[in-house]
């Protein structure tokens, strides 16, 4: 590319934006830390003291959050999955003990590469926002089915009323959007690989969309907060993401 001149801008899908990303993510990360370590905390609290307790994380990234969760709770067996191959390979790395898949969520061969169900089922950093729309309520049903009957399942979506993140005026637009055609929106998230400029389309959720797409995949929720994106803080609706605790119905 010659001095000067503009990246070449590519649409592409969730894995190869996550394949080209898991060299730059580290940064990412630390930019959330006090979030990320607040969440976390959430995690252990739901763990409590199970003994020959079962976790499952889905969109494992780099597997550094997931040996941070495994040094706090102790769990017995742990098994990791996410779709881009490169992250897959970097979580191995990271969570040696951990069985990690290369294998996205919803999909059909994945209960049988799991051996048995789990106490503990994580899903963080709007792992969610990236599965397409169709696909999304089949995917948290596969999430119930992998639960135990007293199973819980932890994860966090990007909140579109966050005016901390977005600003009040995108906050405001958003409700009235919403209004009309419920069922929240998208966002392109970008990232600069070499000359090139990866675009893949997020999705942003509403509490309310959160609430219907628990009940038509057969969880509850047990808790929904709100978690300032920076700090970790608990926040009103409108001042950070949204953090869930659900179980089966």
């Known amino acids: 590319m010659s001095q000067g001149s503009e990246p070449r801008t590519t649409s592409v899908t969730s894995k190869r934006f996550y394949d080209a990303y898991s060299s730059g993510y580290a940064t990412y990360l630390e930019r959330h830390t006090g979030y990320f370590r607040a969440v976390e905390k959430e995690i252990a609290t739901a763990a409590g003291n199970r003994r020959g307790l079962a976790l499952l994380d889905v969109g494992t990234g780099t597997g550094e959050r997931l040996q941070r969760i495994i040094s706090a709770i102790h769990p017995d067996r742990v098994a ?3 779709e881009s191959p490169d992250m897959a390979a970097l979580a191995q790395r990271n969570c040696p003990s951990a069985q ?3 294998i996205p969520l919803s999909a059909p061969e ?3 590469e799991l051996s048995d169900r789990f106490d503990l089922v994580t899903c963080l950093s709007n792992v969610l ?4 729309k169709a696909q999304l309520i089949p995917a948290l049903k596969q999430v119930r089915s992998l ?3 007293d199973g819980v399942f932890i994860f966090d979506v990007n909140n579109r009323y966050n005016a901390a993140t977005y600003g009040p005026l995108s906050v405001i637009r958003n409700m009235a959007r919403d209004r009309v055609l419920p069922g929240g929106g998208d966002f392109t998230a970008a990232y600069r690989n070499g000359d090139e ?3 893949t389309p997020v999705h942003l959720f509403s509490p309310s969309e959160v609430a219907r797409m628990l009940r038509e995949s057969g969880l509850k929720a047990a808790k929904i907060g709100f978690r300032d994106y920076v700090t970790g803080q608990e926040r009103g609706r409108f001042g950070g993401s949204i953090v869930v605790k659900a179980v089966s119905v």
Do not use: E, S, W
């Open 110 to 112: 994945l209960p049988g």
């Open 129 to 132: 926002g990236h599965i397409p």
């Open 100 to 102: 990690v898949l290369a």
């Open 80 to 82: 990791a999955i996410d």
């Open 197 to 199: 400029v990866l675009q």
């Open 147 to 149: 639960m135990k009957p």
